[in-house]
C-alpha cells in the first residue's frame, strides 16, 4: 500500500493539472466567446474570467455558512482570499500601465 502522503501529493498534482488545463481552456474559449459576440476580450475578461475565478471563495463563503454553521470561516474567506484578489488585482494593473 502507498503511503498516505504519496497518495495526498498524487492528487495535488491531479487537482494541479485539471486546473491547468481547464484554465488554459477557459481562457481559450473566452477568446473565441469574445470573437464571435463582438463584445471584445476586455468584457468577456471582466465577466467570465473574474466570475469563474471568484467562485471557489464563493463556494467556500456560503457552504461555510449553509453546511458548517461556521460564519468566522465565510467572514474570514471575504476578508482574506477576496481581498487579497482585489490587492494583486490592483498591483499588477499598476505595473501594467506603469502607474
Request: proline fraction near 3%; aromatic fraction near 8%.
Amino acid at each position: 500500500m502507498l503511503p498516505t502522503v504519496f497518495i495526498v501529493w498524487l492528487e495535488f498534482a491531479l487537482c494541479a493539472a485539471v486546473i491547468a488545463i481547464a484554465g488554459t481552456k477557459l481562457s481559450r474559449y473566452g477568446d473565441i466567446i469574445a470573437d464571435k459576440t463582438g463584445l471584445g476580450g476586455a468584457w468577456i475578461g471582466f465577466a467570465l474570467m473574474a466570475t469563474v475565478t471568484s467562485l471557489p471563495e464563493l463556494v467556500t463563503g456560503v457552504s461555510a455558512l449553509a453546511l458548517a454553521d461556521a460564519p468566522d470561516i465565510a467572514l474570514g474567506n471575504v476578508l482574506g482570499a477576496c481581498i487579497i484578489t482585489l490587492t494583486m488585482i490592483v498591483f499588477l494593473d499598476l505595473l501594467q500601465h506603469g502607474g
